[in-house]
């Protein structure tokens, strides 16, 4: 395991926290969602008890190295202060004269949220003047922030060349215990949904989860892939035709080492790809051509739970269809209340996973949602990330 906060002396100490504070925001800059927010008060909060000088540092959607008003931090600062009951300030600029102003003012206990880190272009670059500027705003660092631990950016990794004292937060902590254990010690069954639209994006996840899981379920457009490498007409659904060989492949070497491998065997199909659109439930050997499928029909919603049933880790990454569309979100729905429903330890990856189990109403049943995307599946592929990698281990 990797070296936490609570090991590191704090009292008294400047210490840059990189939170994600990557939230969804309408259009009149309100947040949507503020699980990110929430996940990362558990480390704020010990280093504020412990009398630390408390700096956050995070980024909001991609704004390219210039600054943009809709993409600011200071609804995050807000949202935060309302959460922990205190009042946040909220610098400008996240490097600068007055930024180390704002700073040199802090007393024991305070936090202070800087602005939108890609603000400058040195972030994503990883510069390392950048990354030196963010490190002489502090004496300690501490990476909560597991949604951005697969980029090698310059408050991920660079400014860790600059402090000694470096940890990960709570957060980053409970993502590595929940995801690694359920990769190298799972309570068994092991069953593992994979979902999502393409094969190609998930081709190292599902190699790696197929070695580990007793049980397979494949869903989403993906599944399309699949059952058209077995022979099936699947009309005008998404297939990528240079995913055939390995996709038949991974599912052939599954079942021979004795892993129970389920695809979709009816689907929801339309016309087009379109909430209004007319649809109907067919097999999946009956697809008709011209139609596409969108979410996976009644019998499978069955198939997939009467295979999660007896599961004691579920892992479950990417939804069963377009479930942003109501037409087609029964069967992602339908999974979530299945997963819920285990007396399993239930570990939902990031990303539209997380969304679809929120929609559901699910949230509060599942044992852990991970707030990283593209770092989960990163983890889940068996991938070293970055901003773990330059964490030291616990003593």
Same mark, same amino acid.
């Given at each position: 395991?990797?070296?936490?906060?609570?090991?590191?002396?704090?009292?008294?100490?400047?210490?840059?926290?990189?939170?994600?504070?990557?939230?969804?925001?309408?259009?009149?800059?309100?947040?949507?969602?503020?699980?990110?927010?929430?996940?990362?008060?558990?480390?704020?909060?010990?280093?504020?008890?412990?009398? %630390?000088?408390?700096?956050?540092?995070?980024?909001?959607?991609?704004?390219?190295?210039?600054?943009?008003?809709?993409?600011?931090?200071?609804?995050? %600062?807000?949202?935060?202060?309302?959460?922990?009951?205190?009042?946040?300030?909220?610098?400008?600029?996240?490097?600068?004269?007055?930024?180390?102003?704002?700073?040199?003012?802090?007393?024991?206990?305070?936090?202070?949220?800087?602005?939108?880190?890609?603000?400058?272009?040195?972030?994503?670059?990883?510069?390392?003047?950048?990354?030196?500027?963010?490190?002489?705003?502090?004496?300690?660092?501490?990476?909560?922030?597991?949604?951005? %631990?697969?980029?090698?950016?310059?408050?991920?990794?660079?400014?860790?060349?600059?402090?000694?004292?470096?940890?990960?937060?709570?957060?980053?902590?409970?993502?590595?215990?929940?995801?690694?254990?359920?990769?190298?010690?799972?309570?068994?069954?092991?069953?593992?949904?994979?979902?999502?639209?393409?094969?190609?994006?998930?081709?190292?996840?599902?190699?790696?989860?197929?070695?580990?899981?007793?049980?397979?379920?494949?869903?989403?457009?993906?599944?399309?892939?699949?059952?058209?490498?077995?022979?099936?007409?699947?009309?005008?659904?998404?297939?990528?035709?240079?995913?055939?060989?390995?996709?038949?492949?991974?599912?052939?070497?599954?079942?021979?080492?004795?892993?129970?491998?389920?695809?979709?065997?009816?689907?929801?199909?339309?016309?087009?790809?379109?909430?209004?659109?007319?649809?109907?439930?067919?097999?999946?050997?009956?697809?008709?051509?011209?139609?596409?499928?969108?979410?996976?029909?009644?019998?499978?919603?069955?198939?997939?739970?009467?295979?999660?049933?007896?599961?004691?880790?579920?892992?479950?990454?990417?939804?069963?269809?377009?479930?942003?569309?109501?037409?087609?979100?029964?069967?992602?729905?339908?999974?979530?209340?299945?997963?819920?429903?285990?007396?399993?330890?239930?570990?939902?990856?990031?990303?539209?996973?997380?969304?679809?189990?929120?929609?559901?109403?699910?949230?509060?049943?599942?044992?852990?949602?991970?707030?990283?995307?593209?770092?989960?599946?990163?983890?889940?592929?068996?991938?070293?990330?970055?901003?773990?990698?330059?964490?030291?281990?616990?003593?």
């Amino acid at each position: 395991m990797k070296r936490t906060l609570d090991k590191l002396a704090l009292k008294g100490k400047r210490v840059f926290i990189r939170a994600d504070f990557n939230v969804p925001l309408d259009d009149d800059l309100n947040i949507t969602d503020d699980a990110r927010i929430r996940g990362a008060l558990s480390t704020i909060n010990y280093a504020i008890d412990a009398g %630390a000088k408390v700096i956050l540092g995070s980024h909001l959607g991609r704004p390219k190295g210039t600054p943009d008003p809709r993409l600011s931090l200071k609804p995050v %600062a807000r949202r935060l202060g309302r959460l922990l009951g205190k009042e946040v300030a909220f610098a400008p600029d996240s490097v600068g004269g007055q930024v180390e102003s704002m700073i040199g003012r802090m007393q024991e206990g305070d936090v202070l949220l800087l602005e939108n880190l890609r603000f400058h272009k040195g972030e994503t670059d990883n510069d390392p003047g950048f990354a030196r500027q963010l490190a002489q705003l502090a004496e300690v660092y501490v990476n909560d922030a597991f949604g951005a %631990a697969h980029r090698a950016h310059a408050s991920i990794t660079g400014i860790t060349e600059h402090l000694d004292e470096v940890a990960c937060g709570y957060l980053m902590q409970r993502e590595i215990s929940y995801l690694h254990g359920a990769l190298h010690d799972p309570v068994r069954p092991l069953v593992v949904i994979i979902g999502g639209a393409k094969v190609s994006s998930k081709i190292a996840v599902l190699q790696n989860l197929t070695e580990r899981a007793d049980k397979v379920i494949v869903g989403g457009g993906m599944a399309f892939t699949f059952l058209r490498a077995m022979g099936y007409g699947v009309g005008a659904s998404l297939v990528e035709e240079d995913m055939l060989e390995l996709a038949n492949k991974i599912r052939l070497d599954a079942r021979s080492r004795g892993k129970k491998f389920y695809l979709p065997v009816d689907c929801v199909v339309s016309t087009e790809f379109s909430a209004k659109a007319e649809t109907k439930i067919v097999t999946t050997q009956e697809i008709p051509d011209g139609w596409l499928a969108l979410d996976i029909g009644p019998a499978s919603v069955k198939l997939f739970q009467e295979a999660i049933s007896d599961a004691k880790t579920v892992l479950w990454n990417g939804p069963m269809g377009v479930f942003e569309m109501d037409a087609f979100s029964r069967g992602t729905f339908a999974v979530a209340h299945a997963v819920a429903d285990t007396y399993a330890l239930t570990i939902v990856g990031g990303g539209d996973s997380a969304l679809a189990v929120h929609r559901a109403g699910e949230s509060e049943n599942m044992s852990f949602i991970s707030t990283g995307g593209g770092a989960a599946l990163e983890l889940l592929e068996g991938k070293v990330l970055p901003g773990l990698a330059v964490i030291p281990d616990a003593d």
